[in-house]
């Protein structure tokens, strides 16, 4: 059993085909995928999509890629999803991207700020979007309490250092298709250092998909490819992996798998 925690199924690359998508992940073991809200937009767009699966669910959020477009009536709609749908499980991705730098860092910095109160206000987890920012990142965590909500290091790109403070603030370690790179730097030893039971897989579909797939559009049921390849770095079985990883994000996320 698979459990893909970081995909966006409500993109337009899915849009022609999404049965099938969802199909060949639940033929690979998926149990569950939750796909994440970026902007306004894409906040209606997740729980409309997860309302019509049993094993879809959602979280909102704004991505510091959006951050310089939201508005106040972004952040308040965001929160009544939040509160209001059972399928929202988390909010997010949230965080700081200084390697595209889309929105100037200090909105970036106050829009991942307030995000991270309006989650321990809604007391759920929040799932965290980092890219050239690790330092900056990890003491906004730490001075917001992410703790108490707990949450996710999405498609974790640090070394063995970043993962160690990470798990320090009691969050989880995401790896996506990068640890099946060739160029994977530093994941194998993070592969191998974070402890079972805090660490999740995903696919951050349709982008970074793993080998042998790289170039073209990644989805869910690949997230069987990077499991089993966190898998041989750990020197488990595949199946142990998946089970346990699935285990951790039906608690990261509070839900049950049927
Ligand atoms: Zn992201
Ligand atoms: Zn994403």
């Known amino acids: 059993m698979l459990f893909d925690t970081h995909a966006h199924l409500h993109f337009p690359d899915f849009a022609d085909d999404l049965d099938a998508v969802l199909e060949r992940a639940r033929a690979e073991g998926v149990r569950g995928m939750v796909t994440i809200g970026t902007d306004r937009e894409t906040n209606r767009a997740v729980v409309e999509l997860a309302g019509r699966w049993p094993d879809v669910w959602a979280t ?59 989650a321990r206000a809604v007391a759920k987890p929040v799932v965290i979007h980092c890219r050239d920012a690790h330092a900056e990142t990890l003491a906004i965590l730490r001075d917001e309490k992410a703790g108490e909500t707990g949450g996710v290091m999405h498609c974790f790109s640090g070394d063995v250092e970043v993962a160690r403070r990470c798990l320090d603030l009691g969050l989880l ?12 730097r530093a994941l194998p030893d993070v592969a191998r ?66």
């Open 60 to 118: 909102v959020g704004i991505h510091p890629h959006d951050a310089a477009e939201a508005t106040e009536a972004d952040f308040e709609e965001m929160e009544g999803l939040a509160r209001s749908e059972a399928k929202v499980v988390g909010l997010g991705e949230m965080g700081l991207d200084f390697f595209r730098n889309l929105s100037p860092r200090d909105v970036q910095e106050s829009v991942f700020r307030r995000q991270l109160v309006m």
């Open 173 to 184: 370690i995401s790896l996506a298709g990068p640890v099946t790179y060739k160029n994977a």
């Open 193 to 258: 250092f974070v402890p079972a039971d805090h660490l999740v897989v995903e696919t951050d579909c349709p982008y970074l998909p793993p080998t042998p797939h790289r170039g073209k559009r990644n989805e869910p049921a690949y997230v069987a490819l990077t499991a089993a390849r966190i898998a041989e770095l750990r020197n488990v079985d595949a199946a142990e992996l998946g089970e346990v990883t699935t285990r951790n994000a039906a608690r990261l996320f509070r839900l049950r798998l049927d």
